[in-house]
């Protein structure tokens, strides 16, 4: 149940005592006249609205009618109607984003009284009961605060009501805060003296960062009042100290900066009042990164093949990167963030070897990474032996057969031939088909002949084997000398011979005779040696020439024989015969003869 010191009857009690001409003395100190304070009593109240870009605006409280008053700014108000103990006052902010309200009651002759107990400890003499701050309707503040208590309070009555927002208050409040009025005579005094407001003093510094860094750093300042401090930054709002006393400050992350270079930042200090500190400048740098490799990929390839590189990099800062190999320039990544890559042809490599390779990062400000080793390793590859081609496949003994041998290698290697693992020759050409022609020789014997070809590359690599066969196909002999014809006497001796050769030097040629023309060979078998016949007439003496392996060559020559009466002159024997090692089994042959026929 509210007192009835609060009740508008009791105010009736000291107007009447004016009019009975009780005599009033200025009592140096605060004297409060009534316990119920409508709106229309507190003109002369100072409001401030502080906002959320920085600035702030200050607006007196004037009488708006039968018991209501307010103060109307840019884009908000605050009105009162009724008795401030019940009536609630109404908070609106339509356009402006406002971190603080500081109502300043002391100007308009008012006072707030926080203390509801009637005769309790803290309770000042004639202030009845009080009411603290409460919020009814709307966004209330994160926190408010009394300050500035009168000369004459126990610790119930202050000059100054401040609420505050963290993040800003916009919309409409309706809260309630009891108040008290001061005599004409003995207005409302602080206990403090009033002295003229210094602005607080900002001190702020900022840091230096990499890029690709968050930054964050702390505004601080002093003030001479107990007055909470809000902080701006480049007149963006940060955030507001409540503490009253001491070094004030609010610490605040000034983001991500993906990019070197230098930001300005300008701090300014404001107290309830509205004052503001002078501005201190200070400067963000944010240095330069270089950038890290972080691959440098070069497969191994084989000789004869192109070669390709891949390199990649990371930069904290927003920067393009350049990649750089062995000194030049292989290409950019213009991405600023991320793994920045590119991929770069080497080129064509004809031989085997090992090629190292340095690589390194450039970001847009010049600055180089760390560099990076790799190397190109191009394997060796063996030749292929394309083509073993003899000059001929099928030949007859005694003939020779040459072949050529063929070979690719995809490295830039000069080849050596082999036939039958035998050096055949080497051909020093380094691209394209190499070649080379050799001998396979004369064979003097039938058969058939394998033969394996390989080429072996500078690098001792060998190719792959290929097989040829060469059929030699054995010939007859040939008689080259043959007894000439004859007539020679019944019964005399006469001489014979032959001569063979054959283009397998190797075969034992065997001469058989037929002299009784009966197509049978074995009446001699020699070179030469001597026969005789008994009868007069034309003989054909057959010979047979063989080598042993199938070849066989027949020749013939003929012999007359007469009685002794008709030997022509000895100008007329055709011949000469000569004895050979067979000779002496010639005569045993004609001993046969002449005993066979006698």
Do not use: H
Not at 55 to 61: G, Y
Not at 187 to 213: H, K, L, M, W
């Amino acid at each position: 149940m509210r007192s009835l010191f609060k009740n508008p009857s009791v105010r009736l009690v000291g107007a009447m005592c004016i009019l009975l001409g009780t005599t009033w003395a200025p009592s140096q100190a605060t004297t409060l006249t009534g316990f119920s304070t409508y709106g229309n009593m507190m003109s002369g109240m100072r409001v401030t609205a502080n906002f959320l870009n920085g600035s702030s605006e200050s607006v007196l409280w004037n009488s708006t009618g039968n018991g209501a008053g307010g103060v109307f700014g840019t884009g908000w108000s605050l009105t009162q109607s009724g008795n401030s103990y019940d009536s609630p006052w109404t908070f609106n902010s339509s356009s402006q984003v406002i971190t603080s309200l500081v109502i300043a009651a002391i100007p308009g002759n008012t006072v707030f009284d926080t203390y509801p107990y009637l005769f309790g400890p803290i309770q000042t003499n004639g202030s009845a009961e009080g009411l603290e701050f409460q919020s009814l309707v709307g966004q209330g503040p994160n926190i408010y605060n009394y300050s500035d208590p009168i000369d004459i309070s126990a610790g119930d009555l202050f000059g100054t009501l401040s609420l505050y927002w963290n993040a800003g208050f916009t919309g409409t409040l309706q809260f309630l805060a009891d108040t008290d009025s001061g005599s004409r005579n003995d207005p409302v005094a602080p206990r403090q003296p009033e002295v003229t407001n210094a602005p607080p003093t900002v001190y702020f510094s900022a840091p230096t960062i990499d890029e690709g860094q968050s930054a964050s750093t702390t505004v601080a300042a002093t003030d001479p009042s107990n007055d909470a401090i809000a902080f701006l930054l480049n007149n963006g709002y940060l955030g507001t100290d409540l503490s009253g006393t001491g070094i004030r400050s609010v610490a605040t992350n000034l983001g991500f900066f993906a990019d070197n270079g230098q930001y300005t930042y300008t701090a300014q200090a404001r107290d309830e009042d509205g004052n503001y500190s002078n501005p201190v400048i200070s400067t963000l740098t944010v240095l330069n990164v270089a950038p890290i490799v972080a691959s440098l990929n070069i497969p191994a390839i084989d000789e004869g093949q192109s070669a390709s590189a891949s390199m990649s990099a990371t930069d904290p800062g927003a920067d393009s990167i350049s990649f750089w190999l062995n000194g030049n320039n292989i290409g950019t990544d213009a991405s600023t963030s991320g793994t920045r890559a590119t991929t770069t042809n080497l080129g064509y490599f004809a031989d085997n070897g090992y090629i190292p390779y340095t690589g390194y990062a450039l970001d847009k400000d010049n600055s180089w990474s760390a560099p990076a080793y790799s190397g190109l390793t191009v394997l060796n590859v063996a030749p292929s032996l394309t083509r073993f081609r003899p000059s001929d496949r099928v030949i007859d003994e005694g003939q020779s057969v040459s072949a050529r041998l063929f070979a690719t290698d995809p490295g830039a290697d000069g080849q050596t031939f082999f036939v039958n693992g035998i050096n055949v020759g080497t051909n020093l050409r380094t691209s394209g088909t190499r070649w080379q022609k050799t001998n396979l020789g004369t064979f003097y014997d039938e058969g058939l002949f394998t033969f394996t070809g390989q080429a072996e590359d500078k690098d001792k690599d060998v190719s792959n084997t290929l097989t040829r066969k060469v059929r030699v196909l054995n010939v007859a002999p040939t008689v080259t000398d043959l007894t000439n014809n004859l007539i020679v006497n019944t019964n005399d001796l006469f001489d014979f011979s032959a001569a063979a050769t054959d283009p397998g030097i190797y075969d034992l040629l065997t001469y058989d005779w037929d002299f009784n023309g009966d197509g049978i060979f074995d009446d001699f078998t020699g070179t030469s040696g001597q026969w005789s016949y008994a009868d007069a007439g034309t003989y054909d003496v057959m010979l047979r020439v063989s080598d042993g392996d199938g070849g066989v060559a027949y020749r013939s020559f003929k012999v007359e024989t007469v009685t002794a009466q008709g030997v022509p002159e000895p100008s007329s024997v055709l011949g000469v015969l000569v004895f050979s090692a067979f000779g002496a089994g010639a005569a045993w042959k004609r001993k046969q003869q002449r005993k066979t026929k006698g």
